[in-house]
């Protein structure tokens, strides 16, 4: 316990700095409320508009989380089906890594017209397809990463294409994914704030902290931000709770 | 030596298209029940590539392997040989015991059986307090140990060795030796060793095997008749220092491309 104390301890204080030079600043240098609204300010109004920011919220996380597990669900199906057929790999890889650098977000608004630009369908839609290459990608490499001479003791026991892959890929696999999924948390939540940014249900958090912003209160939008970044943590947070207890042998995760 | 070869190697031959090596050529070469056989030679001599084509995990260019009177490829699915390789090959997401169980759970043994072979296991090597450790607990003379352990599960006739304490150090190498050696005289199986240290394999074999490289060729052989048990004595035995001295002198003809024949005269 006190390992983690110390563990936490650094990273705690430069938090509370920041927070406190922050504050400070803004009385120091008389920065105008419109444009950067004090820390306290912020938690302030956390609390005051609970009821429209909180609901809000959880209806943006819903469409983050749909996007996360569907983008992140088709990811690990394509990895394991072009893992498996070596050829289809080699025709689909480099176009997989040329979308990759396609800023995908940039098709939000087309997603609006596909999906509905209300609906959190299209949403999810921008926040699946942010999950998707990552995931694919990491899930590849994590399964053609296995260790040849495991493979080789494999096939000393006379072990079927199948049971090398669930014995020895999937297990080698496995950090590989998790890797992407910590990346796939924070890009599911952005693409479903910067989806409705390009308009959305009156109730969803990216249209709230958009109207927030038009109107010049800034405070709320910023209160809406924390919200969103709290959530985002609280996504992350359960990828690592999951890659935790699943991969329970690596060094790194182990508890002294 | 009238019982039936555990392993017959006919005129096999090696050659690797990339490069045209020839790894191997025309090897000939039984290995009798109970027997300890040592594979000795430099670097590029092909030894741990004949110890692959007898485990059929590389088929050999001509010749054949039969193993148990059946061709290599039915001996390996059947579950005939362990294997032992330089690093453990360990699972790092497999515990110690679970690591060892893993050719019983192949073969299909269920539960009960498989948790009484494992224990046994784990008492043969002396890792008894290390069943549900992981891996990279352990040093590396015992990820070693754990994989002996996981080779010889199942009782197999054969057991393959390549260069399996070559990455250790002297000392553990020394100990790992003694312990293979009474593991080898509790269970009678037959050991097919691969190293290139010629005081190990004297001091392990009943028989040394001495190849030469380009192409690999057995330059000859030198049966070993140190007396059983083996101490840490007989590394001081006379007897052991003519052995390694007649290893050594085959060694060093190694670039003399001795023919088959002359090779026989040094039977």
């Known amino acids: 316990m006190t390992?983690?104390?110390?563990?936490?301890?650094?990273?705690?204080?430069?938090?509370?700095?920041?927070?406190?030079?922050?504050?400070?600043?803004?009385?120091a240098f008389h920065i105008q409320q419109f444009l950067l609204p004090r820390p306290s300010d912020i938690v302030k109004t956390f609390w005051t508009a609970r009821h429209t920011l909180w609901p809000a919220g959880w209806y943006t996380f819903k469409e983050a989380l749909g996007g996360f597990f569907i983008g992140s669900g088709l990811g690990v199906l394509a990895a394991t089906i072009i893992g498996r057929f070596r050829n289809f790999g080699t025709a689909i890889m480099p176009i997989a890594i040329a979308a990759n650098a396609v800023p995908i977000i940039a098709f939000a608004p087309i997603f609006g017209a596909w999906f509905g630009e209300v609906s959190p369908h299209s949403k999810s839609a921008i926040a699946a397809v942010l999950c998707f290459l990552p995931v694919m990608v990491n899930t590849l490499r994590g399964l053609q990463s296995a260790d040849p001479r495991q493979i080789e003791l494999m096939r000393s026991y006379a072990a079927s294409e199948l049971e090398i892959w669930r014995r020895v890929r999937v297990p080698t696999a496995l950090p590989f994914l998790?890797?992407?999924?910590?990346?796939?948390?924070?890009?599911?939540?952005?693409?479903?704030?910067?989806?409705?940014?390009?308009?959305?249900?009156?109730?969803?958090?990216?249209?709230?902290?958009?109207?927030?912003?038009?109107?010049?209160d800034f405070v709320t939008a910023w209160a809406g931000i924390l919200v969103a970044s709290l959530l985002g943590l609280a996504l992350y947070g359960a990828v690592v709770a999951t890659e935790r207890a699943v991969v329970r042998w690596a060094p790194d995760t182990r508890d002294a | 030596m009238s019982e039936r070869p555990v392993v017959e190697i006919r005129g096999v031959t090696k050659t690797f298209a990339r490069g045209n090596v020839t790894a191997l050529e025309n090897i000939e070469l039984e290995l009798h029940p109970g027997e300890f056989v040592s594979l000795i030679g430099p670097s590029g001599c092909g030894k741990s590539t004949l110890l692959r084509v007898v485990g059929d995990l590389t088929p050999p260019t001509s010749g054949t392997v039969t193993i148990n009177g059946k061709p290599a490829r039915q001996?390996?699915?059947?579950?005939?040989?362990?294997?032992?390789?330089?690093?453990?090959?360990?699972?790092?997401?497999?515990?110690?015991?679970?690591?060892?169980?893993?050719?019983?759970?192949?073969?299909?043994?269920?539960?009960?059986?498989?948790?009484?072979?494992?224990?046994?296991?784990?008492?043969?090597?002396?890792?008894?307090?290390?069943?549900?450790?992981h891996p990279w607990q352990l040093s590396g003379g015992m990820q070693q140990r754990v994989s002996i352990a996981r080779a010889l599960s199942f009782e197999p006739a054969l057991l393959l060795m390549d260069e399996?304490?070559?990455?250790?150090?002297?000392?553990?190498?020394?100990?790992?030796?003694?312990?293979?050696?009474?593991?080898?005289?509790?269970?009678?199986?037959?050991?097919?060793?691969?190293?290139?240290?010629?005081?190990?394999?004297?001091?392990?074999?009943?028989?040394?095997?001495?190849?030469?490289?380009?192409?690999?060729?057995?330059?000859?052989?030198?049966?070993?008749?140190?007396?059983?048990?083996?101490?840490?004595?007989?590394?001081?035995?006379?007897?052991?220092?003519?052995?390694?001295?007649?290893?050594?002198?085959?060694?060093?003809?190694?670039?003399?491309?001795?023919?088959?024949?002359e090779a026989a005269e040094l039977l």
């Open chain 1, 178 to 216: 998790f890797t992407a999924l910590k990346v796939a948390s924070v890009l599911a939540m952005i693409g479903a704030i910067v989806g409705e940014y390009f308009g959305g249900a009156f109730n969803a958090l990216g249209v709230l902290i958009n109207s927030d912003a038009t109107i010049f």
């Open chain 2, 75 to 133: 001996a390996r699915e059947d579950g005939d040989y362990g294997i032992v390789f330089q690093d453990s090959v360990l699972f790092d997401w497999r515990t110690v015991a679970k690591n060892i169980a893993l050719p019983l759970e192949m073969l299909g043994w269920d539960r009960e059986k498989r948790k009484a072979r494992t224990e046994e296991m784990l008492d043969l090597v002396e890792l008894r307090n290390f069943a549900d450790h």
């Open chain 1, 3 to 27: 390992r983690r104390i110390r563990e936490w301890a650094p990273a705690l204080v430069v938090f509370v700095l920041v927070i406190a030079v922050w504050e400070g600043s803004i009385a």
């Open chain 2, 164 to 261: 399996p304490f070559g990455a250790l150090d002297e000392m553990t190498r020394e100990r790992l030796n003694l312990e293979l050696l009474s593991i080898w005289e509790k269970l009678g199986s037959t050991v097919v060793f691969v190293t290139h240290s010629i005081s190990e394999a004297v001091f392990l074999s009943t028989r040394v095997v001495v190849m030469s490289p380009r192409p690999g060729r057995i330059a000859g052989m030198v049966p070993i008749d140190l007396p059983f048990p083996r101490t840490v004595e007989t590394r001081e035995d006379p007897r052991f220092f003519e052995l390694v001295t007649q290893v050594r002198e085959l060694l060093r003809k190694r670039g003399e491309h001795l023919l088959p024949e």
